[in-house]
């Protein structure tokens, strides 16, 4: 399945200020769908609250740590903490790659419904929440910010590139996959060097 570039307003949302950071695959119990999750944020101590379509899911203080029903849907998160500005962040829904044991073991029609429930998705298995503060104490701290961010963005288009390699199947398929994730990651670089421009410097 080709997975196209998301609007660039939901890629906004995602960039920067609301990257997260994401370690391996989250654990899964197969009997009954659900995974383990753990969020945090930089600082610790926010406030977050998630929700699913519309569903409020939790509200805690970081870090703190949920179990979740597998779907095909994002999370949307949103942290708070004084002196910060209000942060909202995507726990990304991913799909893992079907296999031929796959296949064997449910048959083509398992696989579809299984696909369908989102049986075959993930969440991260740990997410950090970058907070973007209200001003920085200099153009030191904005800069250091700024690298961090860019850094943990480097990170996560490396695990991109991982990913299409294992489950891409044909030369064209993984040249739209790369071609989707070098837009993705270009859209994100911009939006974060945007958004924190924006913030002042005392």
């Known amino acids: 399945m080709t ?9 906004a949302l995602l960039a920067g200020l609301s990257l997260l950071s994401a370690c391996g695959l ?21 406030e977050c609250s998630l929700q699913r379509n519309g569903e409020a899911l939790a509200t805690f203080a970081t870090p703190h740590q949920l179990t979740v029903s ?13 002196g910060y500005q209000d942060t909202p962040a995507t726990l990304e829904s991913t799909m893992i790659p079907i296999t031929p044991l796959h296949l064997m073991a449910m048959g083509t029609a398992g696989v ?22 209200l001003a920085f104490p200099n153009a030191a ?3 250091g910010f700024l690298a961090a961010r860019k850094a ?15 489950s891409c199947t ?22 974060l060097e945007t958004q924190v421009a924006s913030v002042p410097v005392q």
């Open 3 to 11: 997975m196209l570039p998301r609007p660039a307003a939901r890629l």
């Open 26 to 46: 989250a654990h899964t119990n197969a009997s009954t769908n659900h995974q383990t999750l753990t969020v945090k944020s930089e600082p610790a101590g926010a």
């Open 70 to 82: 597998q779907s095909r849907r994002d999370i949307a998160a949103v942290c708070r903490l004084p």
């Open 112 to 133: 579809m419904a299984h696909t369908a429930a989102g049986n075959f998705n993930r969440y991260p298995e740990e997410t950090t929440v970058a907070l973007l503060p």
């Open 141 to 143: 701290a904005r800069d």
């Open 152 to 166: 943990e963005l480097a990170l996560r288009a490396t695990a991109a590139e991982r990913r299409i390699a294992k």
């Open 170 to 191: 044909t030369p064209d398929f993984c040249r739209m996959e790369r071609e989707n994730a070098e837009a993705d990651q270009q859209t994100r670089l911009a939006a």
